[in-house]
């Protein structure tokens, strides 16, 4: 069976962190907001970020960058970056939100690894056609979606040997 999806890339756009920022200082002048070097730096995490990143995320990358922000601070500028569009929050079920930057309206899905924690994006023309068809034809006007698919990548010789065994027997260990 062959594979027509097409992975998409989570790394952002060259310049893309510098473009995005540009609109955040203008969608927070716009509603007479302050543009702290707090929100300046949690943004840019998330903007340069090529991962799915958790609020602890954003908080370690600022430590790094020996930088500091509050938990609460973290929580409410990432709600923000949400509200203005600039961001979009993901739950995976994991207890704790991710957070993308959103660039257009790009729609793409996600495969979440249940062993490592690992989040893929992919993009299937097909599945979209599909998803739009079942709406369609049930008299509904879909705005957005999220498609989650939950299982073990091959990335780590934990997950590889999680796959085998369940190959093997049928379930789990």
Known sequence: MSDSSTIVSTR????????????????????????????????????????????????????Q????????????????????????????DEGFKRYETQIGAAQHDHLICTECGRVS????PELDRVLAEVAARNGFDAITR?????????????CRELQRTYRSTGSTP
């Open 146 to 158: 999220q498609v989650k698919v939950f299982g073990t990548c091959s990335e780590s010789a934990a």
């Open 65 to 92: 960058r020996g930088e500091h922000a509050g938990k609460a601070t973290v929580y409410r500028t990432l709600a923000l970056l949400v509200e203005l569009g600039l961001a979009t929050e993901h739950d995976f």
């Open 12 to 63: 952002p756009p060259l310049g893309c962190a510098a473009v995005m920022m540009q609109v955040l200082r203008g969608e927070l002048r716009e509603r007479e907001l302050p543009f702290t070097h707090q929100r300046e730096a949690i943004a840019q995490v998330l903007f340069e970020s090529t991962r799915h990143l958790s609020a602890d995320d954003v908080a370690a990358a600022l430590r």
């Open 121 to 124: 994006t992919f993009d299937h």
